[in-house]
């Protein structure tokens, strides 16, 4: 039987010298990246263009394609089924993001294209979000748990949550030194997390910044709810023992009243 030894420390640095002297060998030895297949999805009925613009992780594709008018419709893709997502009166909508349950986020004019605004789609049914300033606003990411990012057209960046929405510049802790909020339109329907974290960039220090904002936890009422609720059962039950005491008093001196009479 033959015997097999392995390569001593030096056999292997020399080697390694080799391999490195090769050029491209390096590269060809280690693993490579994947092909990819390539799946068409097709344009919707009676159109020619269309574009993705965000994924969720079952596959599902959202874009938006140009109408033969010359407009735009937002679209879901099921495979390679597209389920155009249509507009809310206007004659353009396009879909930004989608999240897991399938809710598509983005944005379409208004009848009479008279202002473009933030919608959210479930199915094909759409729920407009309306500007905080009544000027339009674009949404530009939604989370799983239905949380919807975006900008309105006056007061910046916005958070829709709970089916309020908010000026996120007037919810950053005291102090943060971050001004004129936005969010980057081209996040891909990413720019809020499942941890509720938003990526945007604002003014700091006169210099156009990147930022993270990562919510805070609310503090719960309860507490406080308790401690003034234990205060006014505790005054309530003090004032009602300072009646009865009264009340006993009271009439102590009445049968001392009448003892008093009747023994003259």
């Given at each position: ?62 874009g938006y394609s140009i109408t033969t008018g010359g407009g735009e419709d ?5 495979g390679t089924t597209p389920t155009v997502l249509g507009t809310v009166g ?132 309860t507490s406080g709810l308790l401690l003034l609720s234990g205060a006014a ?32």
């Amino acid at each position: 039987m033959k015997l097999v030894s392995h390569p001593g420390p030096f056999a292997r640095v020399l080697f390694t010298f080799i391999l490195a002297a090769i050029p491209g060998l390096p590269n060809r030895v280690q693993a490579q990246a994947p092909q990819y297949t390539v799946t068409v999805l097709g344009n919707p009925g009676g159109t020619t263009v269309s574009y993705a613009t965000g994924i969720n992780a079952s596959g599902q594709v959202v874009g938006y394609s140009i109408t033969t008018g010359g407009g735009e419709d937002a679209v879901v893709w099921n495979g390679t089924t597209p389920t155009v997502l249509g507009t809310v009166g206007g004659t353009s909508s396009k879909a930004i993001g989608i999240n897991a349950s399938g809710q598509v986020a983005g944005y379409s004019y208004t009848a009479g294209n008279a202002v473009q605004e933030a919608v959210v789609w479930n199915g094909t049914t759409p729920t407009v979000l309306n500007s905080l300033s009544g000027s339009g606003s674009n949404a530009f990411g939604i989370n799983d748990s239905g949380q919807v990012v975006g900008n309105d057209a006056v007061d910046g960046a916005f958070v829709y949550t709970g089916g309020t929405m908010y000026a996120l510049e007037n919810l950053l802790v005291p102090g943060s030194g971050v001004t004129s909020l936005s969010i980057a339109p081209i996040g891909n329907g990413n720019n809020v997390n499942d941890l509720g974290q938003i990526s945007a960039y604002g003014t700091y220090e006169g210099n156009t910044v990147a930022v993270l904002l990562t919510p805070q936890a609310v503090p719960e009422p309860t507490s406080g709810l308790l401690l003034l609720s234990g205060a006014a059962l505790l005054g309530l039950r003090r004032r009602r023992g300072a009646e009865r005491d009264d009340c006993e008093r009271a009439s102590r001196n009445a049968i001392a009243r009448r003892t008093h009479a009747a023994d003259g």
